[in-house]
């Protein structure tokens, strides 16, 4: 096989026999990505990574395949997928050990079960959680994924997107009732966002399992953007629903603003090292 074809394993650069080209050139695909290229022609893949169009194309359309990349047929975009492959990192690094402590406070003084989770394609996956007591049929652990449409965290997150993000996630994701009170209808869930959105806030009653309440608040990055969400969890017969805008919220973004200080702060320090 020729070592320009991009699926061939060669000894490159005295890298040894066991390298795979193949695999490096598919990573500078998907690193050819970022803030100031969010979606690239085919000619531009080609050009950021010194691949040929046909090559380019070839990791592109597998990429697609595979679902980490979304195309119009012109223009790819990375979608939601990629978070995959850092997971790993994520769950055990930055935004995990900054919001622990956070939420081991906020348990302690509310005496409910919280948890830090980010959104991942229709998903929200849980990336820090202190348990209070069980209050849901499944236990709940880091990795733990549940529908974003049908939780408070979720809907903070989903407020948080862009309205083109939040069209393509309405058009890819169908909405199933869990329980009598879950928002199945996408123009009610576009109105329930937009109320998140305007309150900074989200309180779901027992729409994805009935008897659990919860309420999230929206962590941001030092520009604004939403990167995460922050939950309390209780169940119905301990808590209503004023007692928890009353009582649980006012602890939830105080929690909120701690994690984005603290963010910010090893954000800083990063930078200074």
Not at 9 to 32: F, K, M, P, W
Not at 84 to 91: D, V
Not at 184 to 207: F, H, N
Not at 229 to 257: Q, Y
């Amino acid at each position: 096989m020729s070592s320009t074809e991009p699926d061939s394993t060669i000894d490159d650069g005295g890298r040894g026999a066991h390298y795979v080209q193949s695999l490096e050139r598919g990573l500078a695909v998907i690193r050819a990505f970022d803030a100031d290229h969010p979606d690239l022609t085919l000619s531009d893949v080609a050009r950021l990574t010194g691949l040929t169009r046909a090559a380019a194309r070839r990791f592109l359309l597998t990429l697609t395949d595979l679902g980490y990349v979304r195309t119009d047929g012109k223009r790819f975009s990375l979608t939601a997928k990629v978070l995959e492959l850092g997971y790993s990192y994520l769950s055990s690094m930055t935004l995990p050990e900054v919001a622990q402590p956070h939420l081991e406070r906020l348990s302690a003084a509310v005496r409910e079960s919280s948890s830090v989770s980010v959104l991942d394609g229709p998903d929200v996956v849980y990336v820090a959680r202190v348990a209070v007591s069980r209050i849901m049929t499944v236990s709940i652990n880091i990795g733990t994924r549940f529908p974003a449409y049908a939780t408070s965290m979720g809907h903070v997150l989903l407020a948080g997107l862009t309205p083109r993000q939040l069209d393509d996630y309405l058009a890819d994701t169908r909405l199933i009732g869990l329980t009598s009170n879950t928002v199945t209808e996408p123009a009610q869930l576009r109105g329930e966002l937009e109320k998140v959105r305007a309150q900074g806030y989200s309180l779901v009653d027992q729409e994805l399992e009935a008897g659990l309440r919860s309420v999230a608040a929206p962590v941001h990055d030092s520009a604004g953007a939403v990167v995460a969400a922050i939950n309390i969890s209780t169940h119905a017969s301990r808590r209503g629903l004023e007692e928890i805008h009353g009582d649980l919220l006012p602890h939830l973004r105080i929690a909120a603003r701690g994690i984005e200080a603290d963010m910010a702060a090893a954000r800083r320090v990063t930078r200074l090292g």
